[in-house]
């Protein structure tokens, strides 16, 4: 989802379709190396609502690459850097200080000091020059340039620039970049616009790519987080073909071998105690296919060993296999650890899977509030309500569930025993054995709300799909 402002033109909607200067640039600040691109020719809209189109020149090199859009690579993380902000308005180091919060930029390391330009020219005259200099100034255009020219005798190759300006001129952004900025932003702005800013200038060029991380957990044990995890991971791929990898990370007892029927020779241990060595051709040996469409990392699932791994041993591996694939589900264990903490608020999407009872109810909520708390620019996780409908059992309603943890059902999952056995008994998915019934709905509407697309229409079942439920 895009939030940035129609009206700010110095932080454009970056869509699918549009051509804007490639974030993510080598240009050295105050080097000047823009100016055989930006030349007096280049041709910019007059309507300032509307994205810049890139130069000719540099219109030619995208097309021979992919250069990710800013929605593509906002949710990468932000390697370890050293920022530091010089601002004029006080709101605005409020809003870098609330997008340094974010687990995007858990790694980095902000300083802040009052007195724009001028602070940060004085700073870097008698210090090393951190990764990235954010710049707040309500300088005229005059102003701006002039100072920057001081500031750019000091600041050292290689230090990225980001400048929060006053003023909405398109001559001054195309001398902005000529002088090497990475980034003109002008308010409205939002912690979010801030944060994607910054990713986009930490993208690889070469692996731009980072796919989508599912983190997907129970409450509690026993509430079928694991089945939901492959199943989900099955239906973003088999039914709306995206490329997934499903991980799982419960390495002494996972069922993801089992669930698809597979003995893995090689696991995604061996990915974790060795993670210096993951790459692609590693990761190539190490996953199994599927489907043409899935890819599975396996656990051990054994009790030979213990598994004392490194929690930066799986932001490693993660990192890795995102690379790889436009979605990746984690089937992360039931236990409260630093990599699981630290896996959970990194991931992408959370789904907390409980089930209709007051333990799952009070797990669910302190998780969910766990979760929101460290993440306040992220959408809230997402409920599955496991096993409802129990014949006999007490069961909390599903809108009494809901109001008691501040957050309804994403889906709400029937108990449907006869189909889980089956699925679990032939290693296949619910919806391989019964694409029509209820629970495969319901995954299919939950991986539709992931994959941001809309289920395919219901239809009356046919006697063909009824028959895999007939066999006893």
Aim: charged share 25%; with cysteine; hydrophobic share 45%.
């Amino acid at each position: 989802m895009n939030t940035q402002e129609d009206d700010a033109w110095g932080a454009p909607d970056y869509a699918e379709d549009d051509v804007g200067f490639p974030a993510n640039d080598d240009f050295a600040f105050g080097s000047g190396e823009l100016e055989g691109i930006l030349d007096a020719d280049a041709a910019f809209p007059a309507d300032l609502d509307t994205p810049f189109p890139a130069p000719d020149d540099v219109s030619a090199a995208q097309s021979m690459t992919f250069v990710p859009t800013l929605d593509a690579v906002a949710d990468q993380p932000i390697p370890r850097i050293r920022i530091r902000m010089c601002y004029d308005r006080a709101e605005m180091a409020s809003l870098v200080e609330q997008a340094a919060q974010d687990r995007r930029l858990g790694k980095a390391e902000l300083e802040m000091e009052p007195g724009g330009i001028d602070a940060a020219v004085a700073f870097c005259a008698s210090n090393t020059s951190p990764n990235l200099l954010i710049l707040d100034t309500t300088a005229t255009p005059t102003e701006l340039l002039s100072k920057l020219d001081r500031l750019a005798e000091h600041v050292e190759e290689g230090t990225k620039v980001v400048i929060l300006g006053a003023t909405n001129d398109i001559g001054l952004f195309r001398e902005l970049m000529r002088r090497g900025v990475s980034e003109y932003l002008v308010p409205p702005l939002q912690p979010l616009q801030i944060i994607r800013a910054i990713s986009a200038l930490y993208v690889n060029p070469e692996k731009p790519f980072a796919g989508r991380v599912v983190a997907v957990v129970g409450a509690k044990g026993g509430v079928g987080a694991s089945t939901i995890a492959h199943n989900l991971a099955w239906m973003v791929a088999e039914r709306f073909q995206c490329n997934t990898t499903m991980v799982d990370l419960d390495l002494s007892f996972g069922t993801g071998a089992l669930d698809f029927n597979q003995d893995p020779a090689q696991t995604v241990a061996e990915a974790l105690l060795a993670p210096d060595r993951v790459d692609e051709v590693f990761l190539d040996r190490l996953l199994m296919k599927q489907t043409e469409r899935l890819m599975l990392f396996c656990s051990p699932a054994s009790l030979e060993r213990e598994y004392d791994v490194d929690p930066e041993a799986f932001e490693t591996v993660i990192d890795r296999v995102r690379r790889s694939a436009p979605f990746v589900v984690l089937d992360l264990p039931h236990v409260w650890t630093a990599w699981m903490r630290q896996t959970l608020l990194a991931a992408d999407d959370v789904v907390i899977v409980a089930t209709p009872e007051l333990a799952s109810l009070r797990n669910a909520k302190n998780m969910i509030d766990r979760v929101k708390s460290a993440r306040p620019l992220d959408a809230p996780p997402m409920l599955v309500l496991n096993m409802t409908g129990i014949a006999k059992r007490p069961e909390i309603p599903t809108k009494d569930f809901g109001e008691a943890i501040g957050l309804d059902p994403t889906v709400v999952v029937p108990f449907e025993p006869h189909l889980f056995g089956m699925a679990a008994n032939n290693g296949q998915m619910l919806g391989e054995v019964s694409p029509q019934a209820k629970t495969s709905l319901a995954l299919e509407a939950l991986a539709a709300t992931l994959c941001g697309r809309q289920p395919a229409p219901k239809k009356k079942a046919s006697i063909m799909d009824r028959l895999p439920m007939l066999k006893r």
